[in-house]
């Protein structure tokens, strides 16, 4: 069974599941209206009514971003952005939060990220030393970027 609860403007399907582990887990899910979450809340209960119902799993941010890149990434960025931003997951995203549930991301853990990365040394590309000592304002909103795109 599930339910639609408003918040601000915008509706969210709360229902409960069980895991592979047979632990009980609830599960919101947000939509942008009224019609959206009425839609995603018949077919929850559906799937669960016919025993089709397919619970999260613990997908990590790496895995989340390399499928998103390969979908997303090749599709649209131009060669030189595909370049910069695996450049950017591979040397700042995945170290720090590569290992960390996306659904554990919360916006409270991505602004301390934020301040993680403003303290953060630059990575040294083909042995030229950075030209800071710290990540650049640039650098970070960069970063911002690819995780605004799939996280949000």
Not at 85 to 94: D, E, P, V
Not at 133 to 146: A, M, N
Request: with cysteine; proline share 5%; charged share 30%.
């Amino acid at each position: 069974m599930a339910s639609i609860i408003k918040r601000k403007s915008k509706y969210s399907v709360v229902y409960y599941y069980t895991d592979e582990k047979g632990v009980k887990h609830q599960k919101w899910e947000t939509c942008q209206d009224h019609a959206e979450a009425k839609r995603r809340k018949a077919e929850i209960e559906n799937q669960q009514g016919n025993g089709t119902f397919i619970p999260p799993q613990e997908l990590t941010v790496k895995e989340f971003l390399r499928d998103f890149v390969k979908i997303y990434g090749t599709s649209h960025w131009a060669l030189s952005t595909y370049e910069s931003n695996c450049a950017l997951i591979a040397n700042y995203i995945n170290p720090v939060i590569g290992d960390v549930a996306v659904q554990d991301v919360t916006p409270k853990f991505v602004d301390e990220f934020y301040v993680r990365l403003q303290k953060t040394k630059p990575v040294a590309k083909k042995n030229k030393r950075p030209k800071s000592d710290y990540l650049t304002p640039g650098t970070i909103h960069s970063i911002h970027k690819i995780l605004r795109f799939d996280m949000g």
